[in-house]
Nanobody
């Protein structure tokens, strides 16, 4: 069992920045691939970014490439999403997920992730 807790969301004006954190329970965190997804009202959950177990591989959605950065600190069991140059269309609930079976995975597909956090709201005002 893995528990994930997201934090760092909030209300920010367009052009601003936020850093989301996802803290994970369990000693095996350093062997898990991690991902960030988001879901806006009335829309499906969509991929944002993913990172392999050691940070050696990362992947981003085209919509956030160059603005968002995913990173992890295995000593702190935490994955981060630094979001810069935020746009109103980035408004959503942001979720982190973990793929416990494929350490090198950077999957874009939600069903590949085994555990999810409760989400943190990000609202970007225009």
């Amino acid at each position: 069992q893995v528990q994930l807790v997201e934090s760092g969301g909030g209300l920010v004006p367009a052009g601003g920045s936020l850093r989301l954190s996802c803290a994970a329970s369990g000693r095996a965190f350093s062997s898990y691939a991690m991902g960030w997804f988001r879901q806006a009202p009335g829309k499906e959950r969509e991929f944002v970014a993913a990172i392999s177990w050691n940070g050696g591989k990362t992947k981003y959605a085209d919509s956030v490439k160059g603005r968002f950065t995913i990173s992890r600190d295995n000593a702190k069991n935490t994955v981060y999403l630094q979001m810069n140059s935020l746009k109103p269309e980035d408004t959503a609930v942001y979720y982190c997920g973990t793929d416990i079976n494929r350490a090198w995975s950077t999957s874009r597909i939600p069903v590949d992730y085994d555990y999810w956090g409760q989400g943190t709201q990000v609202t970007v005002s225009s």
